[in-house]
């Protein structure tokens, strides 16, 4: 994503998960390119990634954990 001329990459992953070897290479280029990486476990996590980037949300959204029917 871009936001205010700079580009955002998150990748989401799961405990398990590797980058593999093209993710990491667009993630040096967009390091290369003055952007910000990070790498996400959950949807709290990604969240705090927004967060700390200054990157606003419409509104606030809290991560909750999924209801069984």
Known sequence: ???RGIAHMIEIKTQAGELSDPQ???MAA??????RVGVALDAEEMLGLLDA???PRARRLVA??????
């Open 1 to 3: 994503m871009l936001h």
């Open 24 to 26: 990491q290479s667009v």
């Open 30 to 35: 967009v390091l290369a390119g003055g952007g």
């Open 53 to 55: 980037w200054g990157i």
């Open 64 to 69: 909750r954990a999924s209801v069984a029917a």
